[in-house]
Nanobody, 126 residues
Framework: VQLQASGGGLVQAGGSRRLSCAASGRTFSGYNMGWFRQAPGKEREFVATILGNGGTTYYADSVKGRFTISRDNAKPTWYLQMNSLKPEDSAAYYC????????????????????WGQGTQVTVSS
């Protein structure tokens, strides 16, 4: 199983960037798919998730209204559209996938995800 994240790079504050995560090696039908990020010296934090059952989305408060997660089940690939980027959004972004029906805020924990991609670096300059 492999998750391949791409789309990172250098962007000016206020700009946009779209990250992609391509999954392969097994069927991901029904899987919940998410994005986390980790800045130097900080813990990995939840950014967004889209549930496999119904497509409900959840976002961290810090990105709500600016970021949008979506998925293409046919590929399977999921995306993170990031708008109005801020310097504090700079981090390595990781895509992840996990099975099951989630309750409460389980989606925001790293333990909920079984598979992880490598990080793709996003740097936002002021």
């Amino acid at each position: 199983v492999q998750l391949q994240a791409s789309g990172g790079g250098l962007v000016q504050a206020g700009g946009s960037r779209r990250l992609s995560c391509a999954a392969s090696g097994r069927t991901f039908s029904g899987y919940n798919m998410g994005w986390f990020r980790q800045a130097p010296g900080k813990e990995r934090e939840f950014v967004a998730t889209i549930l496999g059952n119904g497509g409900t989305t959840y976002y961290a408060d810090s990105v709500k209204g600016r970021f949008t997660i979506s998925r293409d089940n046919a590929k399977p690939t999921w995306y993170l559209q990031m708008n109005s980027l801020k310097p504090e959004d700079s981090a390595a972004y990781y895509c992840a996938a996990g099975p099951g029906t989630w309750y409460d805020t389980w989606y925001a924990t790293t333990a909920a995800y079984r598979y992880w991609g490598q990080g793709t670096q996003v740097t936002v300059s002021s």
